[in-house]
């Protein structure tokens, strides 16, 4: 997949024992970006990785990053994610697709931790010309007389 070439960098919102077998990927320096706790348990990681190969782990709250002074770069990095979502160049696991009518149950399941993908709703559409996605607006209700 790389080429020979070595991993420098994981991100890594699952945490438990996904975490370790990330940093263990890694190449000698490389860093494990940790921003999320899906599996809902510590993160377990060799010493041995960390210590041997020099890796580091790195943790980052996305809420911190609009009040520092990266905050310019945010939307650049939104655009070019949703850039390689809509080419099909970010591949993306979809554990379950639920039809609108099950949103609620579709926003229970994404809080469940251990998933294997991405629990999705359908309904949305194609910004014609922009490669962006846009949330399906429901019907008007007709005004009242």
Not at 4 to 24: K, M, N, R, T
Not at 68 to 88: K, M, N, Q, S, Y
Request: with cysteine; hydrophobic share 40%.
């Amino acid at each position: 997949m790389t080429g020979g070439a070595p991993i420098v960098a994981a991100l890594d919102s699952v945490g438990g024992e996904e975490s370790g077998q990330l940093l263990h990927l890694l190449g000698e320096g490389g860093q494990l970006m940790t921003f999320g706790a899906m599996a809902n348990q510590p993160m377990i990681v060799d010493p041995g990785d960390l210590i041997f190969k020099q890796t580091t782990i790195k943790g980052f709250w996305a809420a911190k990053l609009g009040s520092g002074p990266r905050r310019a770069e945010i939307p650049r990095a939104i655009g070019e994610i949703v850039r390689l979502a809509a080419t099909g160049e970010l591949k993306l696991t979809v554990e379950k697709a639920y039809p609108l009518e099950e949103a609620a149950e579709a926003a229970r399941a994404s809080m469940q931790p251990g998933r294997t993908g991405k629990i999705c709703v359908p309904g949305v559409k194609r910004i014609a010309g922009s490669g962006l996605l846009s949330a399906r607006s429901p019907p008007r209700p007709a005004p009242s007389a």
